[in-house]
């Protein structure tokens, strides 16, 4: 099974900043990697697939980069409603897993 | 409306059974992988299931495998996800998530549905 640690745990940042959330792969998972945000009370919602590829309708201050074992989640100028959690996936090898979370918090 | 509605959640005792259902709209549902995907309270996400649009392959995790059977009715629109000898691990919000075309991450997801084990 491929772990997925994200780093780090929380997150604290203020209205504005930048925001850099890292996740990495217990062996290479290529691209096949994809971020999530969710919100107390709700379902996930996709931000990143192929590692670097916005999802839809999904701002552009949300982008995503690396391949292999290594990948990163930035959000170039957080605003209130980014205030959440958020989750790596690898959909390269069965069974999929995901990383533990980063909460991002003001 | 492109949606996926869950149901069938509920309160069951240990070694009970449970059947899910999602219901989809707003796409053409034969067309995609589908997934279970559940998260105990405070937890985490965790990947529970998935089903080939064609049925074609079927993958579990190992902490459900043979205890819970996926399925799916391209006719009616529906993924199903019946869970038997249920236990109180098994506690989780359980959502419904569409696959992206010819890939596994998750595209669209579903509200949920509570499932609590627990005599």
């Known amino acids: 099974e491929i772990v997925m640690t994200q780093s780090p745990a929380t997150l604290s940042v203020s209205p504005g900043e930048r925001a850099t959330l890292s996740c990495r792969a217990s062996?290479?998972?290529?691209?096949?990697l994809a971020w999530y945000q969710q919100k107390p009370g709700q379902a996930p919602r996709l931000l990143i697939y192929g590692a670097s590829t916005r999802a839809t309708g999904i701002p552009a201050r949300f982008s995503g980069s690396g391949s292999g074992t290594e990948f990163t989640l930035t959000i170039s100028s957080l605003q209130s409603e980014d205030f959440a959690v958020y989750y790596c996936?690898?959909?390269?090898?069965?069974?999929?897993?995901f990383g533990q979370g980063t909460q991002v918090e003001i | 409306e492109v949606q996926l509605v869950e149901s069938g959640g509920g309160l069951v005792k240990p070694g009970g059974s449970l059947r899910l259902s999602c219901a989809a709209s707003?796409?053409?549902?034969?067309?995609?992988?589908m997934n279970w995907v559940r998260q105990a309270p405070g937890k985490g996400l965790e990947w529970v299931s998935s089903?080939?649009?064609?049925?074609?392959?079927?993958f579990y995790a190992d902490s459900v495998k043979g205890r819970f059977t996926i399925s799916r009715d391209n006719s009616e629109n529906s993924l199903f996800l019946q869970m038997n000898n249920l236990r109180a691990e098994d506690t989780a919000v359980y959502y419904c998530a569409k696959a992206g075309a010819g890939y596994l991450y998750f595209d669209l997801w579903g509200r949920g549905t509570l499932v609590t084990v627990s005599s």
């Open positions: 707003g796409f053409t549902f034969s067309s995609y992988d």
């Open positions: 062996q290479s998972v290529t691209s096949n």
């Open positions: 996936h690898q959909h390269n090898h069965w069974p999929l897993t």
């Open positions: 089903i080939r649009a064609d049925n074609s392959y079927i």
